[in-house]
């Protein structure tokens, strides 16, 4: 097959950037989308051009490292599937394809479609765990969980962290990402003791860090390579709203274990 | 000169640990700030461990090549986790865990490293859990279990078929409570390029910043390197695309004995490569092999569908060759088998490299309902890759490099042979023996690094003072420069191929000379076409952009230098190995019945090989093996 790229190009963050055309030769219908750009940075390689970045990692749709949006779609147009489980057969010879990193204030450019995502791993710090140490713990049979309910934390939990939400939304929300972190955790016995702490801090430092609000488009689940679903974001607007009630005037401070 | 001194403790095996704990020197809690610990790597090893040492007080600095730590390759681990917590009352214990893995790594493992591998794996289901990992759950709120790979028990605790991404989710989220507790301090897009060891000491690293290529270093009063497995030697493996050698090659470089480079585990049922273009390989469970019949033709030149093939014409060679276990033989004598048959002429699909994985009768005699629903995600994986649906044609699959059980050689402690320089998870040879036992991968790294590590190391620790040397000690500047220039003459090369190539071409070196099955004359022929192959690559590559840029190639080709390296290392140990002993299979060294033979009158030693410069052939020392608790014995899949 052959195929008309048109691909995002910045070479730096401080770069404005330009989207560039490429006509490429000799895919086959077999290779996965990456394995597309692999052929063609090999071919820009060869004439002595810079090959395209793009994350990646283990190619089989779990590590959330590739991130792009094709022909406006985050991960493209098979629902449920990251880029690197697209396969060129799902285009026809001869398409157009316009390649570019997700968009958001949050995520900035580094390279042509890779984007600097560390605001996900700060919103995690505010509170996306539950505190523990390493060493001995309770029995795990001791707290029984509802399996209902411990699948639907795995629902949530399933998350692979790629971004795709934020690139989907018009907004550049990340409610979906934090939602799915805050009700995962919220939904587990374990997770009680921090679990309306852990809602406000989280979405206080979604805030911060420049992503929209959410206004219930819905893109995000749409465009979700995991199909997480958007009831998460009412259970963290929930909790939200609970931590403002049951939150106690705070006259002790707050202390550290020693 | 290496000293291999295992640190083992001289007490009964059940109380080995816990004897050697009481024993191990401490350091206290108002000193712990005082030490400054690097963790390279951030899986289920590197994050458990640098979250458990940030917890305790310690300094971490911890790094990995990601842009988040949440995406190490631990994350795709899918089965399990094995633990003798015996929930289903079958029997399990700590000793016939223990008994598994010893058996499973056909003994070439050390006795009580096993052992305490298997006692501490019911603490990592409870630390696990009280993290708020989603283990899967019987009606009754209790955690469910299913069986794994030829053991008689079952004791895999689960989620769904991404265990490896909820336990490292698990170990991830404590990694960043101790970065916001400001414990920890995380380097991501920061590549680890070399050790820094003086006066025989580990003292630091070298490290490339991915994003503007800067060269830094950092230094600490010991380094734990929990960078990961080397399948990727082969270019083909089941492994993510950036897993590599360099961190524990660097560290075997500058010292550190590299214990069974040759111990591979190659996995039979993957989806085969459909191409030149073909980047990774795709795991399928092993679980389709319950259900599942794996055949070829009989005809070589068979061009007809495989539905129109006359069930006569059909070579079933795993029911023919081992009628008793058939189909369900383990890993490495269905990896063999499949490329006996191809090698032979007889395998199928576009490349030729490839064996039917038929559900055509398991969907007769249950019905196509029943057997969807057991194997639904899979089959939904296989179609989404290769537009086939296995309940209309029969699956293709071919074996994958999968996991190495080589790696640096540790004492008890996990210390390597360099004082202060630990390696854990993947990255070390411990556990596993010749063979692994499936679901015991996550255990491994996730004992390392939440139980064994952050204790062993303040027996190090405390008996140096802290921060005797900074980075503006000269060596770390040497380091420096030696690594810019190594950089530098890369750029310079100026020729014709690109990195890619290299490494699909030394993948194939290896698969067609180290790979499934070895014989002494491919292993020769191996040993002389890498170092040709590796002469082409410093003469002949061609990289495009600069060194203070964002660069994939130079990275790429920075660790396609050390896989070239390595390659030759583990050529030379399969061919020293004069035997067959779990997934090393040398062609000399078979019954009569093509079985692995054995030599435990020789080999019952771990192999460990020190650096002796370039060029210069490396050093071959022995660790010997003793069967204390467990004799050894022979297995046996026939009869």
Known sequence: MRMKLHIWRQSNRSDKGHMETYALDGVDPDMSFLEMLDHLNEQLTAEGNDPIAFDHDCREGVCGMCSMVINGEAHGPKPETTTCQLYMRHFKDGDEIYIEPWRAKAFPVIKDLVVDRSAFDRIIQAGGYISNHSGPKPEPNSIPIDPDVSETALDAATCIGCGACVAACPNSSAMLFTSAKVSHLGLLPQGQTERFERAQSMVKQMEEEGFGSCRNYAECEAQCPKGISINFIGRLNADFLKATLVQPVDRRGKMEAQ | ?639
């Open chain 2, 1 to 639: 000169m290496l000293t291999l001194d295992a640190k083992i403790p001289r007490v009964p095996i059940e109380d080995a640990w816990t004897t050697h704990k009481n024993e191990l020197r401490l350091v206290g809690p108002n000193n712990r700030p005082k030490y400054k610990v690097i963790v390279v790597g951030s899986g289920l090893a590197g994050a458990s461990a640098a979250a458990s040492m940030g917890a305790m007080g310690y300094q971490v600095e911890c790094f990995c090549f990601q842009d988040s730590p949440r995406r190490a390759h631990s994350i795709a681990a899918q089965g399990g986790i094995n633990a003798s917590k015996n929930y289903r009352n079958d029997g399990d214990s700590t000793w016939r865990l223990f008994y598994d893995t010893q058996k499973g790594g056909d003994y070439r493992a050390r006795e009580k490293n096993v052992y305490r591998l298997a006692e501490l794996s019911t603490a990592i289901i409870d630390q696990a859990v009280a993290q708020g990992v989603p283990f899967a759950r019987e009606y009754g709120g209790k955690l469910a279990n299913r069986s794994f790979g030829g053991v008689l028990v079952e004791r895999t605790f689960y989620c769904r078929g991404e265990t490896g991404q909820q336990l490292l989710l698990g170990a991830y989220s404590a990694l960043e409570e101790q970065v916001a507790k400001k414990s920890v301090r995380m380097h991501v897009r920061s590549e680890m390029m070399d050790l820094v060891v003086v006066d025989g000491r580990a003292r630091g690293i070298v490290v490339r910043n991915l994003e503007t290529g800067e060269i830094t270093s950092h230094a600490a009063d010991a380094v734990v390197l929990a960078t990961g497995g080397y399948g990727n030697v082969f270019y083909l493996s089941t492994n993510a695309k950036a897993c590599n050698v360099t961190a524990t090659m660097r560290a075997y470089r500058r010292g550190a004995g590299f214990a069974n480079p040759c111990f591979i585990q190659i996995h039979p049922t993957s989806i085969p490569a459909s191409g030149e273009y073909q980047s990774k390989l795709t795991l399928m469970s092993e679980s389709l092999r319950n259900d599942g019949r794996i055949w070829v033709p009989r005809d070589p030149d068979e061009k007809r569908a495989p539905a129109d093939i006359p069930e006569k014409e059909r070579y079933y060679y795993l029911e023919e060759r081992y009628p008793r276990f058939g189909n369900l033989v383990p890993r490495d004598v269905a990896a063999r088998n499949a490329k006996d048959v191809c090698d032979k002429g007889l395998g199928v699909g576009p490349t030729g490299y490839g064996v039917y994985l038929d559900f055509g009768s398991a969907i007769k005699e249950k019905g196509s309902e029943e057997v969807i629903s057991k194997y639904a995600n899979l089959f939904e994986m296989y179609e989404r890759i290769t537009d086939d649906n296995p309940v209309e044609t029969p699956m293709r699959i071919y074996p994958a490099v999968h996991y190495t059980m080589g790696g640096l050689w540790v004492d008890y402690n996990l210390m390597t042979s360099i004082p202060g320089l630990y390696a854990i998870g993947e990255a070390n040879f411990a556990d596993h023996g010749a063979n692994r036992l499936g679901a015991s991968s996550l255990m491994q790294c996730l004992a390392d690094g939440y139980f064994v590590v952050p204790v062993t190391i303040g027996d190090y620790l405390s008996r140096h003072a802290a921060g005797e040397i900074g980075e503006s000690h000269e060596h770390f500047k040497k380091v420096e420069s030696e690594i810019e220039s190594r950089l530098d003459s890369m750029l310079n090369i100026g020729g014709q191929r690109s990195v890619q190539s290299f490494h699909r071409e030394l993948g194939k070196i290896m698969w067609e000379h180290c790979g499934i099955s070895r014989s002494r004359e491919k292993l020769e022929q191996g040993l002389e076409k890498i170092p040709a192959l590796r002469d082409e690559f410093w003469s002949n590559l061609k990289l495009p952009g600069g060194r203070f840029e964002f660069n994939r190639s130079l990275e790429d080709a920075h660790r396609v230098a050390d896989f070239l390296d390595f390659g030759e290392l583990m050529c030379r140990d399969a061919l020293m190995r004069d035997e067959s002993c779990g997934c090393h299979l040398r062609e000399e060294f078979q019954t009569p019945e093509g079985e692995a033979q054995r030599n435990d009158d020789d080999f019952a030693h771990v192999a460990v090989f020190e650096h002796k410069g370039d060029g210069v052939e490396p050093e071959r020392h022995v660790e010997s093996l003793s069967f204390d608790a467990l004799p050894a014995t022979t297995r046996n899949y026939k009869t």
